[in-house]
C-alpha cells in the first residue's frame, strides 16, 4: 500500500493531505514562500509543524504545489527541505497554478485562474499549461488578490477617500496608526500577507458602493490583464480557486456575464481536486 502525501501551498497556508490506502489525513501549516525563505527557515517550519503530525508512516511519493515554485532556484530549495525528511521518497515540486489547474480541471481544458493572497492564471490542455499571462508579483501585479484588494483598502483609508461612515469603521477594526501601517508595508518580512489582512473589511461591508467599487474595480483588472489575454478564454470555462474568489464569486458571475465569458467552476481550496485527481491519475 504506497502512501502519497500531497501539498497546496500558498503565501499564507500550506494544505498537507496524506493518502494512504482509503485512509485521508489533513495537516495545516503555515504558508511556505520560497523567496523569502532559506533551507534552514524552511525546514523549521517543516520539522515543528509538518513533521510531529505526520507520525512514522513512510512516504512513497511526495506531490507538492507551490507558490513561487515556477523558479528552479525554488524548486530545488523546497525539493531539498522535503528530501531531508523522506529521504526515500519521490519528491515531485511544481507551481501551485499547476495544482489549481488539476483540481479545477482534471484531465480536461480550461482556463484556470488563482485568486487568493495572490493571483494568476492559465490555458490547461487537460495536462499541462500550455499558456501563462506573465505575473509581476504584489508591487506590480497580482490583480484581483487579495494583496491588490489590501492595498486599494489601504489606499482609501490613507488618502481619506472613504465617506466618514467607513473610516469611523476602518478606525475601530484595525487601530494602527499611519507610520505603523507604512512600517508594515514598507519594513515587515512579508509585506503581502500584511496587505491581505484587510479583505475582511471588504466582506463585512459589502453592498457599501465604495467597497463594491474596489472590488469590482481589483477583479476587473484581473480579467483585463489577464483572462482578456487568453483567445480560449472565449470557447473554454473560466475556472477559479482560492479564498478571494470563493468570497467574491457573485462579482466574479457579473464579470463573467460583461465580459461574455462561461463561469466554470469557484472552490475555496483545490485540495479536493488534487486528491481526486492523484486517486484517479
Known amino acids: 500500500m504506497r502512501s502519497i ?34 533551507d534552514d527557515s524552511l525546514g523549521k517550519i517543516l520539522s515543528e509543524e509538518l513533521l510531529p503530525k505526520m507520525g512514522e508512516i513512510i512516504i512513497d511519493e511526495i506531490y507538492y504545489y507551490g507558490t513561487g515554485c515556477s523558479n ?12 531531508k525528511l523522506y529521504k526515500n521518497a519521490i519528491v515531485k515540486v511544481d507551481h501551485d497554478l499547476l495544482g489549481a489547474a488539476k483540481a479545477l480541471c482534471g484531465n480536461e481544458k480550461g482556463i484556470a485562474c488563482i485568486l487568493g493572497t495572490g493571483s494568476n492564471s492559465c490555458y490547461y490542455n ?13 508591487i506590480l501585479g497580482d490583480e484581483g488578490s487579495g494583496t491588490h484588494l489590501g492595498k486599494k483598502v489601504l489606499q482609501y483609508y490613507l ?19 499611519t507610520s505603523e501601517i ?21 466582506i463585512e461591508n459589502r453592498k457599501h458602493f465604495m467597497i463594491e467599487n474596489i472590488i469590482e474595480d481589483s477583479i476587473n ?24 474568489a470563493f468570497g467574491f464569486k457573485d462579482t466574479l458571475a457579473s464579470m463573467c456575464i460583461e465580459y461574455e465569458l462561461k463561469l466554470g467552476n469557484v472552490i475555496q481550496s483545490p485540495m479536493e481536486g488534487l486528491i481526486k485527481y492523484h486517486q484517479n491519475n
Not at 128 to 137: A, C, D, E, T
Not at 184 to 196: E, F, G, H, T, W
Not at 221 to 243: A, C, M, Q, T
Open 5 to 38: 502525501l500531497i501539498a497546496d501551498s500558498g503565501s499564507t497556508k500550506t494544505q498537507w493531505c496524506l493518502l494512504s490506502g482509503d485512509k485521508k489525513k489533513m495537516i495545516s501549516t503555515q504558508g511556505i514562500s520560497p523567496y523569502f525563505l532559506n
Open 72 to 83: 528552479p532556484e525554488n524548486i530545488s530549495l523546497v525539493k531539498r527541505g522535503l528530501k
Open 126 to 138: 487537460g495536462k499541462k499549461i500550455v499558456k501563462n499571462s506573465p505575473g509581476l508579483g504584489f
Open 159 to 177: 488618502y481619506n477617500t472613504f465617506d466618514a461612515e467607513l473610516m469611523d469603521k476602518f478606525k475601530d477594526k484595525y487601530p494602527q496608526s
Open 182 to 202: 507604512l512600517d508594515s508595508v514598507y519594513k515587515s518580512p512579508l509585506p503581502n500577507r500584511y496587505l491581505a489582512q484587510f479583505v475582511p473589511f471588504l
Open 221 to 244: 483588472d484581473f480579467f483585463f490583464n489577464h483572462i482578456y489575454k487568453y483567445r480560449e478564454s472565449w470557447s473554454l470555462p473560466i475556472n477559479f480557486v482560492g479564498s478571494v
